[in-house]
């Protein structure tokens, strides 16, 4: 007889890890990093973060790719707001991550100031192997805490 | 470079109230007036061959008098020319005449010149902000706004700085 013994955190963090659906909030040059780690030649889609929803009620990880400013700034949050549980957000680049270059009137020093934040992939754009890497991190993640369920908090 | 000495010639005569200075530094051809005859000079200018206005722009000279500075660039297909016309506006009137009538183009790059520096064009058939949102108070481009003052929309989660 063939089976194994796992706990249901585990197997769920597997199932949940490997089937991301994201919401990409692409608003400046990152977007072309992003495009390039979602096509065949970097292939997002191996680590079963492929499929693009683009609407956030259908999404798992928000990717915030590119510099927000104050002005879209109740925009994002109202996104992060619609998305379901359980979710994560990813913040890709410098801009979302400090503010980067811009540290002006405009620009939010950081996406931690308006929505809280799980991973954060540095590089001013990063490359694709630097998303990567940031998406597993986010796996790792994902399957060592303990899974939010009906209504059990995580 | 004929024809520019010709065409220099020509607003120093029509415009005598108006004409301040006509120079090239570093080969850009640039008309410096007051700013009264912002609307009168361009139209000239239009009509003389200038038939496309590339930008609007302000420059914040702080401390100094008039304070501000507009800029506006023209082009010319024919002559394959530009020409810079400068008009200085103090702070006290920050007023220039619009030339949307002339440009349609320069509807949004007034509003944008507002927006930054608050300086106003009268006649604009709508002069609202056009980068900034509405509740943003001062003009971020002015030499006197702090550097690093956020205005956000929404409360955040910990402070900037």
């Given at each position: ?8 955190d ?21 977007g ?25 009620r ?26 379901t ?70 | 470079?004929?024809?520019k ?37 361009l ?62 183009n ?37 030499k ?18």
């Amino acid at each position: 007889m063939k089976f194994i013994t796992t706990t249901f955190d585990s197997l769920l963090g597997w199932a949940r890890k490997y089937s991301l659906f994201q919401y990409p909030f692409v608003t400046a040059c990152c977007g072309m990093e992003y495009m390039s780690a979602m096509c065949a030649h970097y292939d997002i889609d191996r680590f079963g973060a492929g499929l693009t929803r683009f609407t956030p009620r259908q999404a798992d990880v928000l990717l915030v790719v590119g510099t927000i400013n104050h002005k879209i700034a109740p925009v994002l949050r109202t996104v992060y707001e619609q998305m379901t549980e359980p979710k994560w957000v990813i913040a890709f680049g410098t801009c979302t991550t400090t503010g980067g270059l811009y540290d002006n009137y405009a620009t939010v020093q950081g996406i931690d100031h308006i929505i809280p934040v799980d991973v954060y992939i540095a590089g001013c754009p990063p490359r694709p192997e630097t998303v990567l890497e940031g998406l597993m991190k986010l796996q790792e993640k994902i399957q060592k805490s303990r899974q939010a369920w009906r209504g059990r908090k995580s | 470079m004929e024809r520019k000495e010709e065409l220099n010639k020509e607003i120093q005569e029509r415009f005598q109230e108006f004409y301040i200075d006509f120079i090239s530094p570093f080969g850009d051809d640039t008309l410096i007036i007051k700013k009264e005859g912002i609307f009168p000079v361009l139209s000239f200018l239009k009509n003389y061959g200038f038939e496309l206005l590339l930008d609007i722009t302000a420059v914040d000279y702080l401390g100094k008098k008039p304070r501000f500075e507009v800029v506006y660039h023209l082009l010319s297909f024919k002559d394959r020319k530009r020409i810079r016309v400068k008009a200085g506006v103090d702070e006290d009137d920050p007023k220039v005449t619009t030339v949307t009538s002339l440009w349609k183009n320069a509807d949004w790059l007034e509003r944008e010149v507002w927006d930054m520096y608050g300086i106003i064009f009268e006649g604009h058939p709508n002069l609202k902000r056009i980068l900034m949102y509405e509740e943003f108070k001062g003009h971020p481009l002015r030499k006197d706004y702090p550097f690093r003052k956020r205005q956000p929309r929404i409360e955040l989660l910990y402070p900037e700085d």
